[in-house]
């Protein structure tokens, strides 16, 4: 067993891929884990996982940065890991530099940055594909130079698979022992529970809330909304639609409470908006639905129809056509016995093949080749 160190300068302590999946399958694999994360606090153990806060501050993006730097590289060097898991692209001179000092270090790319960069409103239009071309020679540079890239699709295993040394694919699925555990009992069939929709997920314009929004008011359905928003703009125009009467908001919710209201909805919704990134990403909420046995409304892009259609837990609609997530709310809501086929359907899915228990064996095996 090795000494590992997960290093993020952007990432919350409990965040669902780092802490609750990566680093506890690696405390459970006997392994010494370190979690090094940008908020202030004191040392502390959690389920065999030491959690290091350095107190990053706010302010502009460049003094930010500087401080991670510094503070995340010494941090590093006083734990002396034999293996460092990096998760933010701006800490990649970071793992660079551990590299030169004889260490292991692994990029986890949790987004495709370029492709995300081509979508961002707030940057010039003509200045995207430069940044976006720029962005990503620089990622394989210093990815060329690591022991392994981490990846949770199959188009950045793939993309990566050229550049880096081992190019490894962790999906980032649903652990399904936050339903299958002693209170498993609780989850009743998709049919029989309260007529209501829910989306649980980060709150952006490019995620389709305000199209949720209306739609579940028109098809006469109550939406309840989980998660933070990140445009204070784009906040104070879904709360000035008439149609928000009929949202229920719950703000940033735990994996408790996230379980809870899961089993006291009807039906998931993942409705993000076609743009490049999300075309070839896999929305976790999709598969914490499909575990938590409800059938899904989501945006038709190839991938997502794959994996909706050949478990057959839900529908497929265009994000930006209203009149087709209303329809398909209604003939969800109407139909009893297919909203639960749709569920048993997809959490049988979720069971057999889209869980974290899959995934965490490649993990593992990287990490066992690596020290």
């Not at 028109?218 to 309840?224: K, M, V």
């Not at 125009?237 to 940033?252: A, D, M, Q, R, T």
């Not at 919710?253 to 070839?280: A, M, Q």
Request: charged share 25%; hydrophobic share 40%.
């Amino acid at each position: 067993m090795g000494k590992i160190a997960h290093l993020t300068s952007l990432h919350p302590a409990r965040d669902p891929r780092i802490y609750e999946k990566e680093c506890r399958s690696l405390a459970l694999a006997g392994h010494e884990v370190h979690l090094v994360v940008p908020q202030s606090g004191s040392e502390l153990t959690e389920e065999g996982i030491q959690l290091h806060g350095l107190g990053l501050p706010a302010g502009s993006r460049l003094k930010r940065l500087r401080a991670a730097w510094e503070k995340v590289w010494r941090k590093a060097v006083e734990i002396d890991a034999d293996l460092y898991h990096i998760h933010d692209p701006e800490l990649l001179p970071v793992a660079l530099r551990l590299k030169w000092r004889g260490k292991k270090a692994i990029y986890d790319a949790h987004e495709d940055l370029p492709r995300q960069l081509r979508s961002k409103s707030w940057l010039p239009a003509g200045l995207r594909p430069l940044l976006a071309f720029a962005v990503e020679r620089v990622e394989h540079f210093f990815a060329s130079r690591l022991d392994a890239v981490v990846s949770p699709t199959p188009h950045l295993q793939q993309r990566f698979a050229g550049i880096a040394r081992r190019s490894v694919q962790v999906a980032n699925f649903t652990r399904m022992e936050q339903f299958d555990g002693p209170s498993s009992t609780l989850l009743s069939e998709a049919g029989e529970r309260p007529p209501k929709l829910i989306y649980v997920g980060t709150l952006l314009k490019v995620r389709g809330i305000a199209e949720m929004v209306r739609a579940a008011a028109r098809a006469g359905a109550p939406l309840h909304l989980a998660g933070n928003w990140h445009d204070p703009e784009y906040e104070a125009h879904c709360k000035s639609l008439p149609e928000w009467e009929n949202v229920k908001f719950h703000g940033y919710i735990g994996p408790d409470k996230k379980r809870e209201l899961l089993n006291d909805s009807r039906i998931g919704l993942v409705l993000l908006h076609p743009i490049e990134n999300y075309l070839l990403a896999w929305p976790v909420k999709l598969f914490e639905y499909m575990a938590a046995g409800l059938p899904v409304i989501a945006s038709d892009f190839p991938l997502w129809r794959e994996i909706v259609e050949d478990a057959g837990c839900g529908i497929c609609v265009n994000p930006l056509d209203e009149q087709q997530i209303v329809e398909a709310i209604q003939r969800l809501m109407q139909d009893h016995a297919l909203c639960r086929q749709m569920g048993k359907r997809g959490r049988k899915a979720a069971r057999e093949k889209y869980n974290w228990e899959s995934q965490e064996k490649n993990l593992l095996q990287l990490y066992e080749e690596l020290l």
